[in-house]
């Protein structure tokens, strides 16, 4: 099935450090989306990335995708302890559902 | 944004029980809603996709006799964990497609924990 490759698995940053996190993937993607998950929380949605290099910021938040469509990155310039969580990219599942496949998620710690 | 809500927040049960858990999507409807389960530390797994007025597509390994999914209507999704074991531990994690919407984006339900003793 579709699936996508996160790294790193965990990152511990001195506040004001900047973070990134990568999802590859062996084939083209139609689009990719990106979420943050808190200690104890839900999943929430930060964006979804479709055009072929395409760039958003949100904040400190950078997101990209890669023009061939196969990687994204998130990158929070100038980290702050509210930055702490859990960040997974997703991917559309084979089949014409909507659904989602997660990637295996980054976890951000940031030290005051 | 959304609301997805999901009760219980959480739950303890006996091994050999049955736990039903609920996903409400309160301020639009969805056809479809999806389970995730999250082991601790881990990624969210998709087990099914919940179809409103249909059966249920089960991902591989998930196996349907044990996680039972009921989409009755386009408001509420269940996911029945029948004879739960303690191996059945985990944070089960609902979430919709609001129909319509410009981005695939999915709503999350809070999620509900299971703890089987």
């Known amino acids: 099935g579709q699936q996508v490759m996160q790294i790193p698995q965990y990152q511990h940053v001195q506040e004001g450090e900047d973070f990134t996190t990568y999802c590859n993937s062996s084939?083209?993607?139609?689009?990719i989306q990106w979420y943050k998950q808190r200690p104890g929380g839900h999943p929430v949605f930060l964006i979804q990335?479709?055009?072929?290099?395409e760039v958003k910021k949100q904040k400190r938040l950078t997101f990209q995708f890669g023009e061939a469509k196969k990687n994204s990155s998130l990158h929070i310039t100038a980290t702050q302890t509210t930055d702490v969580g859990t960040y997974f990219c997703?991917?559309?599942?084979?089949?014409?559902?909507?659904?989602?496949?997660f990637g295996q998620g980054t976890t951000l710690q940031v030290k005051p | 944004g959304a609301v997805v809500s999901q009760h219980p927040s959480w739950v303890i049960c006996k091994s050999g029980t049955s736990v039903k858990i609920e996903c409400r999507s309160l301020?639009?409807?969805?056809?479809?809603m999806f389970w995730y389960r999250q082991f601790p530390k881990q990624s969210l797994m998709l087990m099914a996709t919940?179809?409103?007025?249909?059966?249920?597509?089960?991902e591989q390994g998930v196996e349907k006799d044990k996680f039972l999914i009921n989409h009755a209507s386009l408001t509420l999704s269940t996911l029945t964990v029948t004879s739960a074991h303690p191996e059945d531990s985990s944070f089960y994690i609902c979430?919709?497609?609001?129909?319509?919407?410009?981005?695939?984006?999915?709503?999350f339900g809070e999620g509900s924990r299971l703890t089987v003793l």
């Open positions: 979430s919709a497609t609001r129909q319509g919407a410009n981005t695939g984006e999915l709503f």
């Open positions: 084939t083209t993607l139609s689009n």
């Open positions: 990335l479709v055009k072929s290099g």
């Open positions: 997703a991917v559309v599942g084979r089949g014409n559902t909507g659904k989602l496949i």
């Open positions: 301020d639009f409807q969805a056809t479809t």
């Open positions: 919940s179809n409103e007025g249909s059966k249920a597509t089960y």
